[in-house]
Nanobody, 118 residues
Framework: QVQLVESGGGLVQAGGSLRLSCAAS????????MGWFRQAPGNERELVAH???????VYAESVKGRFTISRDNAKNTLYLQMNSLKPEDTAVYYC????????????WGQGTQVTVSS
């Protein structure tokens, strides 16, 4: 059974920083592209960033230069360092694990709220 547990969300002022963590259970971490998505009220869920098993990264244009995604394969943990936060970054942030081998299932965490005040 795959479990993804996020932590690190909270309330921060604009310009501040937060670091999100996602602890993955089971063996999913070694065979998954790990990512962070976010969903603001009234909006669709969108990709923030992802990192492959080989360490390649992709970022949404809106967070490039401010956010850094990383993975610790020894700890089965995914991170998202968020700097220079803006009010428009306010959303529920979800950890995702997408299997790169069949079945190509995507798993989701329960989400963590990030609120950036102006």
């Amino acid at each position: 059974q795959v479990q993804l547990v996020e932590s690190g969300g909270g309330l921060v002022q604009a310009g501040g920083s937060l670091r999100l963590s996602c602890a993955a259970s089971g063996s999913i971490f070694r065979i998954a592209t790990m990512g962070w998505f976010r969903q603001a009220p009234g909006n669709e869920r969108e990709l923030v960033a992802h990192v492959t098993t080989g360490g390649s990264t992709v970022y949404a244009e809106s967070v490039k230069g401010r956010f850094t995604i990383s993975r610790d394969n020894a700890k089965n943990t995914l991170y998202l360092q968020m700097n220079s936060l803006k009010p428009e970054d306010t959303a529920v942030y979800y950890c995702s694990a997408a299997r790169i081998v069949s079945p190509f299932t995507r798993y989701w965490g329960q989400g963590t709220q990030v609120t950036v005040s102006s």
